[in-house]
Antibody, heavy 121, light 106 residues
Framework: EVQLVESGGGLVQPGGSLRLACVGS????????ISWVRQAPGKGLEWVAV????????YSADSVRGRFTISRDKSRRTVYLQMDSLRAGDTAIYFC??????????????WGQGTQVTVSS | SYELTQPPSVSVSPGQTASITCSGDELGNKYVSWYQQKAGQSPVLVIY???KRPSGIPERFSGSSSGNTATLTLRGTQNMDEADYFC?????????FGGGTKLTVL
């Protein structure tokens, strides 16, 4: 069974940092791209960043570029989202989602349950 | 920046057909996927590559695309289909989501 489990969310002050983790199981981890997608309270889905299955290619949304960094650790079957210089507008549930292939420029076939990030003083 | 436009809400009676549209420039040249999100849950893929249905998704869900508009159609809508629906496509190196449509089954 494919599973994605996020962790690392919490309450952080503006300007602070958090590192989210997404652990995958039930599939060959290196063969699939992974994205982070967020959802602010009462709002729609917003794509944040993607990393290919090999980790060699990554892209991020304009709204987070220069502040958030996506990476992956093959041995730990984990994709990370390092979030720096956090703002109130980054408050959201953060989901990780799997792409059905290594190059990750397509749809999201499985989603995790999400982790809450709240940026507030 | 690229945008996908969806109606904020659609209402349908049980057993009837609901259609949710998603429009964007040259959308017909991109693959569109659709996600269902019920209250308090994670999104679920219901249609990918415009018209394909993942295993486990009921046949009443179908997708189509023509010109600048993609459409998600639910035939014989059931109460359990009440949810938010999001379309999604890629624009160069960014994934774009529509604003979402709240489907109400009256």
């Amino acid at each position: 069974e494919v599973q994605l489990v996020e962790s690392g969310g919490g309450l952080v002050q503006p300007g602070g940092s958090l590192r989210l983790a997404c652990v995958g199981s039930g599939f060959f981890f290196s063969s699939y791209g992974i994205s982070w997608v967020r959802q602010a309270p009462g709002k729609g889905l917003e794509w944040v960043a993607v990393i290919s299955g090999t980790g060699g290619t990554s892209y991020s949304a304009d709204s987070v570029r220069g502040r958030f960094t996506i990476s992956r650790d093959k041995s730990r079957r984990t994709v990370y989202l390092q979030m720096d210089s956090l703002r109130a507008g980054d408050t959201a549930i953060y989901f990780c989602a799997r792409h059905p292939s290594v190059d990750a420029s397509n749809y999201f076939d499985f989603w995790g349950q999400g982790t809450q990030v709240t940026v507030s003083s | 920046s690229y945008e996908l436009t969806q109606p904020p809400s659609v209402s349908v009676s049980p057993g009837q057909t609901a259609s949710i549209t998603c429009s964007g420039d040259e959308l017909g040249n991109k693959y569109v996927s659709w996600y269902q999100q019920k209250a308090g849950q994670s999104p679920v893929l219901v249609i990918y590559e415009d018209t394909k249905r993942p295993s486990g998704i009921p046949e009443r869900f179908s997708g189509s695309s023509s010109g600048n508009t993609a459409t998600l159609t639910l035939r014989g809508t059931q109460n359990m289909d009440e949810a938010d629906y999001f379309c999604q496509a890629w624009d160069r190196t960014s994934a774009i989501f529509g604003g979402g449509t709240k489907l109400t089954v009256l």
